[in-house]
């Protein structure tokens, strides 16, 4: 197809889209098709507009000036995103890409919002529209380049991930059908009084508007703090349990700072019994190993279990049980038994509650104990509750 060609051609190394390099390339070329493509519409459009007298496609034009607008924000947010981390932004400029979409969605609303205006003005002091047959192939030709261009923009959106370049395609074709309801309106004008020619251009500027509050509400979220996608966490979570000596992973904490750029956290468990400095080389080679292989910069914290003694394994495996039972999303972890005066025993845990649990901790505790208190001599239990970042 004609937009593979011109990636191969004008994006150096296009296969490999992991690269910082690359995806620059790929956001920055996007932003100069969109500027010329759309630049070469609003063109045309006005003058068919000046000419026939038809607000719709007069609106259509602007609408596509605002889009050649917007692929200037999305070159300059591609350039900036891709800064290296400074003093200022220590987790670097990723976001910028959000905050490009953010201005290219507000910009759409904008236009939009005029573009209704305008429409319902034209509905209350109809104006005659003259459309000649080259301006209705003009208008017609806009409408092959606009579904061009948001095939471009998809394939590009999806080798790289870009949620900008993804807005602009649905841009793109929200753009198309506006046109084909424009192309339709001011045809179908000839050979009537009523208002088509403001109708349609308040349908078009409805569809802006809602492609405008879409996009803006996509955008935002990762500005926000909205939650990995499970996909990345699971494939984060099988990884740490194939590196060596992490025995369990739990309360994974991940922070977007731009498109394939995570800073996460996340509490491993390993042997008590091993020796300290040993535990913090296997979990300083567990970050680098994920670090190789995802686009994640993790920091481990260390938290030790019981593997050797044999009844501490044996009450675990019973609270574990009971935990279960109770709720399967509930984790159990830190388990210590702690022997004191009087042969007292004591089982110390920590139990990992998600937050989208509504929990009652002295309900949790009296279930539990009752539970594990059917075996001989149970300990008394101590349980400190703790609610999980993650969410299930």
């Known amino acids: 197809m004609i937009q593979q060609l011109l990636i191969r051609f004008f994006v150096r190394d296009c296969e490999h889209t992991e690269s910082a390099a690359v995806r620059l390339n790929y956001g920055i070329f996007s932003g100069y098709v969109g500027l010329a493509v759309n630049l070469l519409l609003a063109a045309l459009k006005f003058a068919v507009g000046m000419l026939s007298g038809s607000v719709a496609v007069a609106a259509d034009a602007v609408n596509n000036l605002s889009d050649a607008g917007n692929s200037i924000i999305t070159v300059f947010g591609f350039k900036l995103a891709a800064k290296p981390a400074d003093r200022e932004h220590p987790f670097g400029h990723g976001r910028v890409e959000y905050v490009a979409g953010v201005v290219v969605a507000v910009i759409i609303v904008a236009m939009g919002l005029n573009f209704l205006q305008e429409s319902i003005l034209r509905i209350i002091r109809p104006h005659a529209v003259r459309m000649s047959p080259v301006m209705t192939a003009i208008v017609a030709g806009s409408i092959l380049l606009k579904a061009w261009l948001f095939f471009f923009y998809r394939e590009v959106g999806a080798r790289i991930d870009s949620r900008t370049i993804q807005a602009m395609a649905f841009d793109s074709l929200s753009d198309l059908a506006g046109t084909c309801v424009v192309l339709t309106a001011v045809v179908a004008d000839q050979f009537t009084a009523f208002p088509v020619d403001g109708c349609a251009g308040v349908l078009a500027a409805l569809l802006v508007l809602y492609g405008g509050v879409k996009i803006l509400r996509e955008t935002i979220n990762p500005l926000l703090g909205e939650p990995p996608g499970p996909e990345l966490v699971e494939e984060l979570r099988s990884r740490l349990m194939r590196c060596e000596g992490i025995r369990g992973v739990h309360d994974i904490i991940m922070h977007n700072y731009g498109p394939n750029r995570y800073f996460a956290t996340a509490h491993a468990e390993v042997n008590l019994d091993a020796d300290i400095l040993a535990v913090h080389d296997m979990l300083e080679r567990a970050e680098v190993e994920i670090g190789k292989h995802m686009p994640v910069h993790l920091l481990l914290h260390c938290d030790p279990c019981h593997t050797s003694d044999p009844e501490v394994r044996s009450w675990q495996g019973r609270v574990e049980n009971a935990v279960a039972e109770l709720n399967p999303l509930f ?28 929990v009652d901790q002295a309900d949790i505790e009296r279930k539990i104990t009752a539970a594990v208190s059917q075996s001989p001599s149970p300990p008394r239990l101590r349980i400190t509750l703790i609610q999980s970042a993650e969410w299930e």
């Open 331 to 358: 984790k159990v972890y830190d388990v210590r038994l702690r022997r004191e005066a009087e042969g007292k025993k004591f089982l110390d845990f920590h139990l990992l509650v998600p937050r989208s649990c509504s």
